[in-house]
């Protein structure tokens, strides 16, 4: 399986909307994925900023078909490999609302429809004010996530981590 994330993570920006380290971010999800007993390659998509092309993208590169796309600001989604890029498996725009047992729970649900089986849902906390609060400084980040973009194929990252099982 595969995490794919944005041009930008752990560059351009290294935080998420919600102020989490993307290193944390990063070890949650792998760290939920070893609990499931299997392991994920990280890969830097380039040439795109938007949270379903980079799910999508990392789904066609991953040999279980199923890929996390993760924006630097936080947004994820779940994908497989077969779907349209809109039509994805699990997708959590909530980003200000996810915490790091959020996102290692996000990577639990991937490795189950990896291996074929049923996920159990990712508790999140809905913030009906989150989008008007932060408006000015999601679009911020996107802008500086598209500022990242470029004409590159993927490119495979190594993460050194240890999974706190």
């Not at 909307?17 to 760290?31: C, K, P, R, W």
Request: with cysteine; hydrophobic share 40%; aromatic share 4%.
């Amino acid at each position: 399986m595969i995490v794919a994330v944005g041009p930008a993570f752990g560059t351009a920006l290294t935080r998420t909307i919600g102020g989490l380290a993307h290193e944390d971010v990063l070890a949650a999800i792998l760290t939920g994925v070893a609990r499931e007993g299997l392991v994920a390659r990280v890969v830097k998509v380039h040439h795109s900023s938007d949270c379903a092309a980079i799910g999508h993208i990392g789904a066609q590169l991953s040999g279980s078909g199923i890929a996390i796309g993760l924006q630097s600001r936080g947004t994820t989604v779940i994908h497989k490999r077969g779907l349209a890029r809109l039509n994805n498996l699990e997708l959590f725009p909530q980003s200000p609302s996810l915490t790091l047992a959020s996102y290692e729970q996000i990577g639990r649900n991937a490795a189950r429809y990896a291996k074929g089986e049923q996920p159990t849902p990712v508790p999140v906390q809905v913030d009906n004010w989150a989008r008007l609060r932060l408006i000015v400084k999601t679009a911020l980040l996107h802008r500086r996530e598209t500022e990242q973009v470029r004409d590159q194929l993927p490119d495979e990252l190594m993460f050194d981590w240890e999974p706190d099982m």
